[in-house]
């Protein structure tokens, strides 16, 4: 089982979101040891269990792994919107801005009204939602809670390495 890292890790998650973009959900949760965060990205035919550092800035440390040969259930996504990338109008964007409000319900309704897409450069689009869990609620198997050591110890390393004076 291959660990991957930052942008080697992104790079592969979504080319395989490129293909399709139906049905799939990001949810994250403290994770149980270290103080890190955890997220399993699926689609309900392949999945990846990610390891973060924090989600509390703009470039976390992630590690992640497939868990091909466990496929997560399909899930109902969060008020019927699946998890991608929604394309935004200019127009709209200008909207949001004039009214200093975060999400109007006519641009939610508007969202889960459209179908998630393969983003292109020089557009504009909307990503989520990211479901944010108080724990991890997909079951665990005994190869996920081993990869989840190994994720753990590995981000361990990996912070320490980056901030010497961490635990």
Not at 5 to 29: H, P
Not at 74 to 98: D, K, N
Request: net charge positive; no cysteine.
């Amino acid at each position: 089982m291959e660990v991957l890292e930052g942008d080697a890790l992104y790079d592969r998650i979504f080319r395989r979101y490129a293909r399709d973009q139906r049905g799939w959900s990001f949810t994250v949760s403290p994770s149980a040891t270290h103080g890190f965060f955890d997220a399993l990205v699926a689609n309900g035919q392949e999945g990846w269990q990610l390891k973060f550092d924090t989600i509390y800035k703009p470039s976390p440390i992630v590690i992640g792994a497939s868990i091909e040969s466990v496929k997560p259930a399909r899930r109902t996504p969060v008020g019927g919107l699946s998890f991608g990338f929604r394309e935004l109008q200019p127009s709209w964007v200008e909207q949001l801005r004039a009214e200093e409000v975060t999400i109007p319900r006519q641009l939610a309704a508007l969202l889960a009204s459209m179908k998630p897409v393969v983003p292109q450069e020089g557009r504009m689009y909307a990503q989520g939602p990211f479901v944010l869990s108080g724990r991890d609620q997909s079951p665990r198997s005994a190869s996920r809670s081993t990869l989840d050591d190994r994720l753990s110890s590995e981000m361990l390393r990996r912070v320490r390495n980056r901030y010497p004076g961490y635990g």
